[in-house]
Nanobody, 114 residues
Framework: EVQLVESGGGSVEPGGSLTLSCAASGFDISSIAMSWVRQAPGKGLEWLTAMYKGGSTYYADSVKGRFTVSRDNAKNTLYLQMNSLKTEDTAMYYC????????RGRGTQVTVSS
């Protein structure tokens, strides 16, 4: 059974950092492209970043230079390092097997406020 479980969310002040994890099972994350997406309150899903099976990474302009995607193949886990967090980064964060977020996990909440 394919499963994605996100963790690592929480509450931080603006300028702070968090690292999210996405533990995958039922498939090999290094064999496909994996994405992180988010959904802020009252808004649609927003694609943030993708890591392709060859290791190439791509970022949305909204997070470029602040967020970094990585993976640990041995742990079959995808990560999202988030630095310089802003209040507008407040959202539910999901990892997904597609860029649209249709195959996302249950998510982890990130709240950025002072």
């Amino acid at each position: 059974e394919v499963q994605l479980v996100e963790s690592g969310g929480g509450s931080v002040e603006p300028g702070g950092s968090l690292t999210l994890s996405c533990a995958a099972s039922g498939f090999d994350i290094s064999s496909i492209a994996m994405s992180w997406v988010r959904q802020a309150p009252g808004k649609g899903l927003e694609w943030l970043t993708a890591m392709y099976k060859g290791g190439s990474t791509y970022y949305a302009d909204s997070v470029k230079g602040r967020f970094t995607v990585s993976r640990d193949n041995a742990k079959n886990t995808l990560y999202l390092q988030m630095n310089s967090l802003k209040t507008e980064d407040t959202a539910m964060y999901y990892c997904s097997r597609d860029r649209a977020g249709a195959t996302r996990g249950r998510g982890t909440q990130v709240t950025v406020s002072s």
